[in-house]
């Protein structure tokens, strides 16, 4: 039987959804039995101002996130994409806040 997971990575405006920090871009690649099998990625605006530190950490602007799609629109995308199939992350305290916050403002559970 083979395997998938889900690996998520998140790049936001700072640290903590609690603080009112949101995601700015994210990225899932779906692996089965260590060989990458599909992936989704995409910037997203959640209007919300990047901080100089965190857009030359990640180098993504403002002017960036003023063309993308809206959070609601990527984060309903991403859980059609991610489905049931289990999470995993390389920071996965950090990633799966902002995967709760970003789900539940849309009132989609989060699967973890």
Do not use: Y
């Not at 949101?22 to 039995?33: C, G, N, Q, S």
């Not at 993308?68 to 049931?84: D, H, L």
Request: charged share 20%; net charge negative; glycine share 6%.
């Amino acid at each position: 039987m083979k395997e998938t997971v889900a690996v998520l990575d998140f790049e936001t405006t700072g640290l903590s959804p609690d603080m009112g920090d949101r995601a700015t871009e994210i990225a899932i690649v779906l692996v089965r039995d260590g060989v990458f099998v599909d992936r989704f990625q995409s910037l997203m605006n959640s209007g919300r101002c990047i901080p100089p530190d965190v857009v030359q950490l990640t180098g993504i602007t403002n002017a960036m996130i003023a063309k993308a799609p809206p959070a609601e629109k990527v984060m309903m995308e991403a859980a059609r994409f991610v489905g049931k199939v289990p999470l995993v992350a390389h920071n996965a305290s950090f990633d799966s806040k902002f995967w709760c916050a970003e789900l539940g403002r849309l009132a989609i559970p989060a699967m973890l």
